[in-house]
C-alpha cells in the first residue's frame, strides 16, 4: 500500500480552502458589481505560493463554472485569471513594502481596468462578432471596467499585508 504524504495532502486541503475563499468572497460582494477580491486574492496566492497559486485560482474557476454554469461567459475565466498570475509572477521578488504596495495595487486596477478587452476575443469568437463588434462591446463596458479597476485598487492595498498574514500562517518556522 502507497503511503500518503502528508504535506501533500496538507496543501491540497488548503489550497482547495484558498479557491473556495476566492468564490465565497465573489459571492458575497455580488452586491456591488465588478468590486470584489478576486484580483487581490490572485496576486496575494501567487506573491506565497508562486506557481502553485495556479491551484486554488483554478480551483475558484471550476466552482464558479460548478455554481453558475459552465456557459459561455466561463470560457474567458480559463485565460483571465491567469493573466493575472503572470503578470504577478513577472515582478520582482524582492520589492521594499513601499514600493510594493503601489506596484502590487496599480497591477490589480489594471487588470480590472483590463478585464472587458481581455474577455473580448473570445465573446467576439464565441459569438462571430467582427472586429468592429467587438471593439463596440469593449467601448460599451468601459464604465464597468472603470468600476473594476478603482474596486481592485483599493482592495489591491491589501496584497502585501494579506501576503505577510499568509506566509506566517502558512510557514510558521519562517515567522520568527
Not at 504524504?5 to 465565497?24: P, R, S
Not at 486574492?41 to 480551483?59: G, S
Not at 486596477?109 to 467582427?130: E, I, K, V
Request: hydrophobic share 60%; glycine share 6%.
Amino acid at each position: 500500500m502507497k503511503k500518503i504524504n502528508l504535506k501533500n495532502l496538507a496543501d491540497m486541503i488548503i489550497f482547495a480552502m484558498l479557491g473556495t475563499i476566492m468564490f465565497i468572497s465573489k459571492i458575497l460582494m455580488e452586491v456591488l458589481p465588478n468590486v470584489h477580491f478576486l484580483g487581490m486574492l490572485t496576486m496575494v496566492y501567487t506573491i506565497v505560493y508562486r506557481k502553485k497559486a495556479l491551484i486554488p485560482i483554478y480551483v475558484y474557476v471550476f466552482i464558479n463554472g460548478l455554481y453558475a454554469g459552465f456557459s459561455p461567459w466561463w470560457i474567458p475565466y480559463l485565460y483571465l485569471w491567469a493573466i493575472l498570475w503572470a503578470a504577478t509572477m513577472l515582478l520582482p521578488k524582492n520589492m521594499s513594502k513601499k514600493t510594493a504596495v503601489p506596484v502590487y495595487a496599480a497591477v490589480c486596477a489594471a487588470h480590472g481596468l483590463l478585464f472587458g478587452t481581455l474577455y473580448a476575443p473570445a465573446q467576439a469568437l464565441m459569438f462571430h462578432l467582427n472586429f468592429k463588434a467587438m471593439i463596440a462591446w469593449i467601448i460599451a463596458g468601459i464604465p464597468f471596467d472603470l468600476i473594476h479597476a478603482l474596486g481592485n485598487l483599493a482592495t489591491g492595498l491589501l496584497i502585501v499585508p494579506l501576503s505577510e498574514a499568509l506566509r506566517k500562517v502558512h510557514s510558521p518556522k519562517s515567522a520568527k
